[in-house]
């Protein structure tokens, strides 16, 4: 199945806010990033959880920088933060 | 006033009387969810009671000796060191040490990034190599800061990290489980591997402190 996304790409975290078991921090969605490895496809534990049954997500690491996700960020100016994410919580960016 | 411990006045709380405290066996909602659940499943004969007993065992049996093993090795082996890092897992099974329920990712540390783990949602944690996490890791307090304020909280574990230094905070938010590889103290070159493992500590391989230094 082709990718959603490639090393390298710059994305943005869907700013919603559904109900459910969502693993998509709060505190990151709207925010910007670089998408740096993909981990194949994975269970959506957005569906697992209820013990249904749904397509597998691919799975990314998003790097972001601090000071764009705090931007009062007190350390360096090239600390990251890599979250995992899945590929329907992102879009181009 | 609701607390009859907090009484006394000489400054400080005392614990032995008073009202029950969270582990005088006032079971939380799904503390007793899971209670009720273990018993159905013992009673409809799907696992044993002597089933999970061992379970608990195995895991409480894990210690971070496991990861210390992995880290040792990546030290004196670039070539299973650029194994691990492409395949955790695969690097992990050479040493007997199998992930069974996720993927590991191992991330080094080197003179200009120092990695540190979280997971800001609960407290996953690459158990199978570490063990059981320690209650600081699953505290609200370490989840929300350490990604907001990181060079602070590792400050507070005495971990200084130079400005020079990028620091990658990893949230597994998923079924990856991650490693920090701690540099490998000055020093220890001429130390064995079993020796290289005494100096890898469960917080290293967090990231919240460094490999020890030898004779300290």
Not at chain 2, 103 to 126: D, F, G, Q, R
């Amino acid at each position: 199945m082709a990718r959603s996304f490639e090393a390298g790409q710059a994305v943005r975290v869907r700013d919603d806010y559904p109900p459910g078991h969502i693993r998509t921090p709060v505190f990151i969605r709207g925010k910007r990033g670089v998408i740096t490895r993909d981990f194949g496809e994975h269970d959506n534990p957005e569906i697992t959880t209820y013990e249904l049954e749904g397509p597998q997500k691919t799975l990314y690491v998003v790097r972001f920088r601090q000071i764009d996700v705090w931007p009062d960020y007190a350390g360096s100016k090239g600390d990251t933060l890599d979250i995992d994410i899945f590929e329907h919580w992102l879009e181009p960016a | 006033m609701t607390d009859a411990t907090s009484s006394g006045g000489h400054g400080h709380i005392h614990r032995e009387s008073g009202p029950p405290q969270p582990d005088d066996k006032v079971h939380s909602y799904y503390q007793i969810l899971g209670i009720a659940l273990q018993e159905l499943l013992i009673e409809k004969g799907i696992v044993s009671a002597d089933e999970v007993r061992q379970m608990i065992e195995r895991r409480d049996a894990i210690t971070p000796a496991r990861g210390a093993k992995i880290v040792a090795r990546a030290w004196t082996d670039g070539d299973f060191k650029a194994r691990l890092l492409a395949d955790g897992n695969a690097g992990a099974a050479e040493l007997d040490c199998p992930m069974t329920y996720t993927e590991l990712v191992a991330v080094e540390n080197t003179p200009k990034a120092h990695n540190v783990i979280v997971c800001t949602l609960c407290s996953c944690y690459p158990r199978e190599l570490l063990g059981l996490p320690p209650s600081w890791y699953k505290s609200r307090e370490y989840r929300a800061r350490v990604v907001r304020d990181p060079r602070a909280v590792l400050k507070e574990f005495g971990t200084e990290i130079g400005d020079h230094v990028e620091i990658r905070v990893h949230d597994s938010t998923a079924d990856i489980r991650y490693l920090v590889i701690p540099r490998r103290p000055a020093g220890t070159e001429g130390m064995t591997e079993s020796e290289l493992e005494d100096l890898v500590t469960r917080d290293s391989m967090i990231g919240v402190a460094e490999a020890k230094t030898p004779g300290k």
